[in-house]
């Protein structure tokens, strides 16, 4: 062994534990409930049985966003023109099975985001921008509402193909703003916050692929359950493969823990590689297709672009 080790992840992206302190694992002000499913001073990497089986469906649910211009919406009720966003964004729909995968749909939106409630319709050689309102003009709260609408759109798509009532919905991100959805697991690749205090952080490093922390409930701005799952890896670097998964904190814990079990199971199978993907093994492969096709969908960034300046130019 050398005296370093060298994260998997394609250093184009943050890497996959992104803390900046690991000494600080489970610095967090969010709260926290340990014992859902075991308690605290038990905790230990959880295998799921040999009668646990995935969903016979897994749908998987992803969104892509781009700012195609900044505009300014000359608004007669302001001293200055009101700052926005001419953006695209898709969602998409992949259909997992026995028989395999195949996409069921996709949907792109453009829309012009502005606080100003004359932002008006653009309509260019290329596309046609909605109006959208934001709640300020402030680059973040234009970003937010752009999030907002990509949301949104998983969301409508979601609900148009749940068509059996076992299957289950992944969605990749945290699952705020879906959680009302049913048997849905928000489904997140990079951790930002190290939100277990070190005794069960330990449990989280100590996984091995296709094992899972116990489930607990944190609450941030919103509350959750979680659990942490591994998938196969062969690094060496802390939290390897480790991804966090959410489900609705109205479920019961029973239910939950039901539902950490399946997906578990159903996970590992669907694990990017890293020959192909930058980020795997926590990119999952339709995930991975998915993102490409939305992307491509999204269409010419500077070709938008040009039809946006010459549509303002009149």
């Known amino acids: ?50 009668d646990v089986s995935p969903p016979a469906t897994l749908l998987v649910a ?39 995968a195949d996409l069921a749909e996709i949907q792109v939106n453009r829309s012009l985001i502005s606080a100003s409630p004359h932002a008006p319709e653009v309509k260019t050689t290329h596309a046609t921008y909605q109006p959208s309102k934001a709640a300020d003009a402030s680059f973040e709260e234009l970003s937010l509402a752009l999030q907002r609408l990509v949301t949104q759109l998983e969301v409508d798509l979601a609900v148009r193909h749940r068509s059996r009532g076992d299957d289950l919905l992944l969605v990749d991100g945290p699952l705020r703003g879906r959680s009302h ?32 922390t116990p489930v607990f409930l944190m609450g941030t701005s919103w509350r959750r359950h979680a659990w942490y799952l591994r998938l196969p890896v062969q690094s060496s670097a802390p939290w390897a493969g480790v991804a966090r998964c959410e489900a609705s904190a109205d479920l019961d814990p029973a239910q939950v823990v039901r539902l950490a079990d399946a997906v578990t199971v159903a996970l590992p199978p669907l694990a990017g590689v890293d020959y192909k993907d930058p980020r795997a093994p926590q990119n999952l492969v339709p995930i991975g297709g998915l993102e490409k096709l939305l992307r491509h969908h999204l269409g010419d960034s500077r070709l938008l672009y040009r039809a946006l300046r010459t549509a303002a130019a009149g």
């Open 62 to 100: 992803d969104g892509v966003r781009r700012i195609d211009a900044r505009v300014w919406v000359h608004d007669p009720d302001a001293p200055m023109p009101v700052p926005g966003i001419a953006a695209s964004y898709a969602a998409g729909i992949v259909r997992c099975g026995t028989d395999g």
């Open 181 to 212: 959805l049913p048997r849905t697991i928000g489904y997140i690749k990079t951790h930002h916050t190290a939100y277990l205090p070190p005794p069960q952080s330990a449990v989280v490093a100590a996984l091995a692929p296709g094992q899972r």
């Open 1 to 50: 062994m050398t005296g370093f080790t060298v994260d998997p992840w394609d250093p184009g992206y943050a890497a996959a534990l992104a803390v900046e302190n690991l000494s600080e694992m489970g610095a967090t002000s969010a709260e926290l409930v340990i014992d859902i499913e075991r308690p605290a001073a038990d905790w230990k990497p959880v295998t799921p049985g040999p």
